[in-house]
């Protein structure tokens, strides 16, 4: 049973890295845990759309551990929302909000800014952002301790956490 389970994963992680080559940066040399498989997931996969009432624009996975993330989510028309999720146990601290059509507006703007270039930090310094790009679904990643201005800009306009705060 522990074999068939370990195949499962094997193909579900490399289903998920498959999904998107051109677009995706090299995520192979992380440990293909189930945890990290299932956060990469919400990138490549439509988890996203589960938490949104409408199709994606943003999703950011801010890692702080192997099992711990802070998640933002945007819809297209603006609807936001973020958490602590511990994986296979919990959504924490939950925080929802309606962006104004200023805040969408730069939003749109610091999408566009974002560096095209990924890095591949340690995992507990690590930020995948994906967007909506005309017809496109665009995923990145940096590095916390060197985050781009986009980056900075764009948790100015949806609140970044706290727990991340510190974690920079």
């Not at 189930?34 to 994606?56: I, M, V, W």
Request: hydrophobic share 40%; charged share 25%.
């Amino acid at each position: 049973m522990l074999y068939i389970r370990a195949m499962l994963l094997l193909f579900s992680c490399a289903a998920v890295l498959a999904a998107d080559k051109a677009a995706l940066p090299d995520f192979s040399k992380y440990p293909q845990s189930d945890s990290f498989c299932y956060y990469l997931g919400f990138h490549t996969g439509r988890r996203a759309e589960k938490y949104l009432q409408n199709p994606p624009l943003l999703m950011i996975s801010a890692f702080l551990a192997d099992g711990l993330v802070l998640q933002y989510f945007v819809s297209m028309s603006g609807q936001e929302l973020d958490h602590r999720k511990v994986y296979s146990w919990a959504d924490q601290m939950g925080r929802q909000q309606q962006l104004t059509e200023i805040n969408l507006r730069d939003l749109h703007s610091a999408l566009r800014e974002l560096p095209k270039e990924s890095v591949l930090p340690p995992i507990e310094r690590m930020i995948i952002v994906s967007f909506r790009d005309d017809a496109d679904w665009v995923t990145r990643c940096y590095d916390s301790n060197a985050l781009p201005k986009a980056v900075s800009q764009i948790y100015e306009i949806i609140g970044e956490r706290e727990e991340s705060k510190k974690s920079q």
